[in-house]
T-cell receptor
């Protein structure tokens, strides 16, 4: 079945550092790919998405490019802020996979001032 | 604009007790989902409802039942709670079952089973 693998956390960075969170996937069809973010005490919310190969999703300074050849969707940000501290989930949605959405285990990011 | 509303936000149960988690949405979405979130395991799908009147099992349905009462409401019931069901539960909705779409989440319900 479909699956999503993320780098293990937690990740601790200093403010203004460069962020990369790796995500790879396995899917039977041609999925859409997502990054969701969960701030403390809240539900998940969509950060960015890409629906086909080579698409780049971007939002709030975060970017991720859909790489079909490496089945990857790595999240990057050039300069993190304390307010980016949260848990980040990579996810896919595959119409050929009846449950529609599959999530990775999440990566906790802590940004120190 | 409420979006997705879950109740209760916190609940403590004893083993063997029953309870129902309620979810209501005002987004006019067709699809609704129940997930549980456990440390190190991310979100796992319990049940989902592609549209009013239909429900299907997800990855971890054992010990749970659901009811899609109408388009707005999707409830999750624990008939006989077990400590393994201690978790944070999230309800989510999507407009068109997910492909190219987006999930909208409630704030979560934290359940502790003693």
């Amino acid at each position: 079945g479909d699956s999503v693998t993320q780098m293990e956390g937690p990740v601790t960075l200093s403010e203004e550092a460069f962020l990369t969170i790796n995500c790879t996937y396995t899917a039977t069809g041609y999925p859409s790919l997502f990054w969701y973010v969960q701030y403390p005490g809240e539900g998940l919310q969509l950060l960015l998405k890409a629906t086909k190969a080579d698409d780049k999703g971007s939002n709030k300074g975060f970017e991720a490019t859909y790489r079909k050849e490496t089945t990857s969707f790595h999240l990057e940000k050039g300069s993190v802020q304390v307010s980016d501290s949260a848990v980040y989930f990579c996810a896919l949605s595959d119409a050929d996979y009846g449950q529609n959405f599959v999530f990775g285990p999440g990566t906790r990011l802590s940004v120190l001032p | 604009n409420a979006g997705v509303t879950q109740t209760p936000k916190f609940q403590v149960l004893k083993t063997g007790q029953s309870m129902t988690l309620q979810c209501a949405q005002d987004m006019n979405h067709n699809s609704m989902y129940w997930y549980r979130q456990d440390p190190g395991m991310g979100l796992r799908l319990i049940y989902y409802s592609a549209s009013e009147g239909t429900t299907d099992k997800g990855e971890v349905p054992n010990g749970y039942n659901v009811s899609r009462l109408n388009k707005r409401e999707f409830s999750l019931r624990l008939e006989s709670a077990a400590p393994s069901q201690t978790s944070v539960y999230f309800c989510a909705t999507a407009l068109a079952g997910g492909i190219n779409g987006e999930l909208f989440f409630g704030e979560g319900s934290r359940l502790t089973v003693l």
